[in-house]
């Protein structure tokens, strides 16, 4: 497994520098990014879809990215795909523990911006996915629960951005119930998935914190059972009821 993407990301806090007036990212790179949203026409918009995906996958400099989450029991999984020029199918899978949809969505689609970015001479991105509402919170920049996610892929983006004056990314959107080829492989494969909850492994940060959290609450029971057993043991109790016997007889 392939922890490159799995980074802990700062917290969110007011003074952000992409919340700073004047620095905001939607009023510098406006012409960098596009939605396409799905038109009342089914058949024109899958046609446009279609040709966007063959002129995408023919261009070595362009990469399409497919995520799609499904949440079983309590756990979110998320999964993108990632189809570039004469390579093979990069596939992501994530699973999380009591999130929303949204943010699994946000997640989904931060790991593979992630991950298209970091793709050598690369310029332009297409985002297929069928949440586009999660994905217009990456340019909403006012009070909602997903603001650490907004600030994350922003950064990303806007360096993205500044590396060359040609990079734009395009959000497009593909209901599951349409069946669009590519899309459906991903949906099937979050619908198809067993969601097993999997232990963290002993290197990550979350295990560290929960053993150290373990250790603090052993070493308090263990205080705390020692003052039990010497309150309670013989020669004390004894010695404590002598005393009180002795002032109260």
């Not at 205080?223 to 109790?237: K, N, V």
């Amino acid at each position: 497994m392939n922890n490159k993407y799995n980074k802990f990301s700062p917290l969110f806090y007011f003074f952000n520098e992409e919340f700073k007036p004047g620095n905001h990212f939607i009023d510098l790179f406006s012409n960098y990014f596009s939605f396409h949203s799905y038109s009342p026409n089914v058949k024109k918009h899958i046609e446009k879809l279609d040709d966007k995906a063959f002129r995408a996958l023919s261009n070595p400099s362009s990469i399409i990215v497919i995520s799609d989450t499904g949440i079983k029991n309590y756990i979110a999984i998320s999964i993108s795909h990632i189809h570039s020029f004469n390579k093979p199918v990069i596939k992501t899978i994530h699973r999380a523990v009591n999130v929303t949809t949204t943010k699994a969505e946000l997640f989904a689609i931060q790991c593979g911006i992630n991950q298209a970015i970091d793709i050598a001479n690369i310029n332009h991105i297409v985002i297929i996915t069928d949440s586009l509402h999660a994905t217009r919170r990456i340019f909403d920049f006012s009070l909602h629960p997903y603001q650490i996610h907004s600030v994350v892929i922003s950064q990303k983006l806007r360096e993205f951005f500044l590396k060359d004056v040609s990079n734009h990314i395009k959000f497009w959107n593909c209901p599951s119930k349409q069946k669009w080829l590519l899309h459906y492989l991903v949906d099937k494969d979050s619908k198809n998935m067993v969601p097993t909850s999997s232990f963290p492994c002993k290197s990550s940060w979350d295990f560290c914190r929960k053993k150290k959290c373990d250790l603090i609450l052993s070493l308090s029971e263990v205080e705390s059972g020692g003052l039990h057993l010497f309150f309670f043991s013989f020669p004390f109790s004894f010695f404590f009821w002598f005393i009180f016997l002795f002032f109260y007889s």
